[in-house]
């Protein structure tokens, strides 16, 4: 049974001119209007697989989408290599575009990514020696925190940091003691 876009899908499904800000609600066809976009854009469009970027904000709903565009592809006799559409989490295009345009950074050859427990881990093990620079109870306020929870809690300020793009001169430089022990 084929499926009929609406009037509004329609217009999302044919938009070349610019961004296109898309709002909906559960069940209103997100999903099915993207795919239909996709082919449209390959057959209707001549847009090259590798120019086509959706990024999704979780496994399922990528998983989904590149089943759904796999089959209606297929299912129309168009015969594109899905690998070279850009199609996943946020996190992992992101990761696909620094593994091939590696040569252009200074990441080694190895690099990983490290996941919210990885970070927390690698915190773990090295927590002497971060105590030994500032007392991380003045992070907490509290002196009796597990190691564990000490390292998940030091992981979050550092990542707060970075987000924020916080100048660590202006940490050392500030009169409150749980500033400069950050």
Not at 16 to 22: F, K, N, Q, S, Y
Request: charged share 25%.
């Amino acid at each position: 049974m084929a499926v009929t876009p609406t009037t509004q899908q329609q217009a999302v499904i044919e938009h070349v001119d610019g961004p296109l800000l898309v709002i909906a609600g559960p069940g209103a066809g997100k999903t099915f209007t993207l795919v239909e976009r996709i082919l449209y854009l390959v057959t209707d469009r001549g847009v090259p697989p590798e120019q086509i970027l959706v990024a999704t904000f979780t496994e399922k709903a990528a998983s989904e989408l590149i089943a759904r565009i796999s089959h209606r592809l297929l299912s129309n006799n168009i015969i594109v290599n899905i690998d070279e559409m850009y199609i996943g989490t946020i996190h992992s295009i992101c990761l696909r575009l620094l593994e091939e345009n590696r040569e252009f950074t200074r990441l080694k050859k190895n690099f990983t990514i490290m996941d919210q427990f990885d970070q927390s881990y690698f915190f773990f093990q090295r927590l002497k020696v971060f105590e030994d620079e500032a007392p991380l109870s003045h992070l907490s306020g509290k002196k009796n925190l597990s190691r564990w929870r000490q390292a998940n809690m030091l992981c979050s300020w550092i990542n707060k940091l970075s987000e924020e793009l916080v100048d660590p001169d202006a940490l050392m430089g500030d009169p409150d003691e749980r500033a400069q022990a950050l």
